[in-house]
């Protein structure tokens, strides 16, 4: 059972432009969210965070929007660098135990 | 700061064989994770520490897999006997303390069982 779901594997945008990554969880019981960047033969490296009393929080480049009723965050990178390049993980936590639930992670490439 | 270390990076076993990894967290950190990363999947939870204490080993295949972080610090994963379906790279990450929800993760180590 998944309950993070990252449901597009790849994503390639230009340089410049804007990147969304989606991510839809299935349990009302999360109240906490993150971002990670991977690079290859690297561990994931925070990006962002929000917390479910918000719908949206911004950090320089990086904004995440989370839509409760929806079940449903996003990550939007303006403007997208070749730099950004990476495989993006969302996750999911409890109250209480701070346990990490990831989903499968989307693959951004930013087209020079 | 240095970060979360890990080693060995990479390790290659034949099934039925015993590996160990081992983790060194940010220093002062109280919390410690082990991950198991399968290739395609995202990181999966397989025991918490908070100190010396296991706080979460729900899904750790108990039957082959063990953990310790002894004087809550370094913490070493043992497999014993490898299968094949344990082939992945084993995250450790770290936290300043169970209430913070900000882990750091270690390089990993990938693990291929032949």
């Known amino acids: 059972d998944q309950q993070v779901k990252q449901n597009s594997p790849s994503l390639s945008v230009q340089e410049g432009r804007i990147s969304i990554l989606n991510c839809d969880y299935t349990n009302s019981m999360f109240d906490y969210f993150l971002w990670y960047k991977k690079y290859p033969a690297e561990g994931p490296t925070f990006l962002i965070s929000?917390?479910?009393?918000?719908d949206k929080n911004e950090d320089g480049r990086f904004t995440v929007f989370l839509n409760k009723s929806a079940k449903h965050l996003s990550l939007h990178i303006v403007p997208s660098q070749p730099g950004d390049s990476a495989v993006y993980f969302c996750a999911a936590s409890y109250s209480g135990t701070y346990k990490y639930i990831f989903g499968t992670g989307t693959r951004l490439k930013v087209l020079a | 700061e240095a970060g979360v270390a890990q080693s060995p990076r990479y390790k290659i076993i034949e099934k039925r064989q015993s590996v160990a990894f081992w983790c060194n967290p940010i220093s002062g950190h109280a919390t410690l994770y082990w991950y198991q990363q399968i290739l395609g999947q995202g990181p999966k939870l397989l025991i918490q520490?908070?100190?010396?204490?296991?706080?979460?080993d729900s899904q750790l295949p108990k039957d082959r897999f063990s953990a310790e972080r002894l004087k809550g610090v370094d913490s070493t994963l043992k497999i014993q006997p490898a299968k094949l379906e344990d082939s992945a790279v084993y995250l450790c990450a770290s936290s300043l303390e169970s209430g913070a929800y900000e882990q750091y993760f270690g390089p990993g180590t990938r693990l291929t069982v032949t």
């Open positions: 520490f908070q100190n010396n204490g296991v706080v979460d």
């Open positions: 929000i917390s479910s009393i918000k």
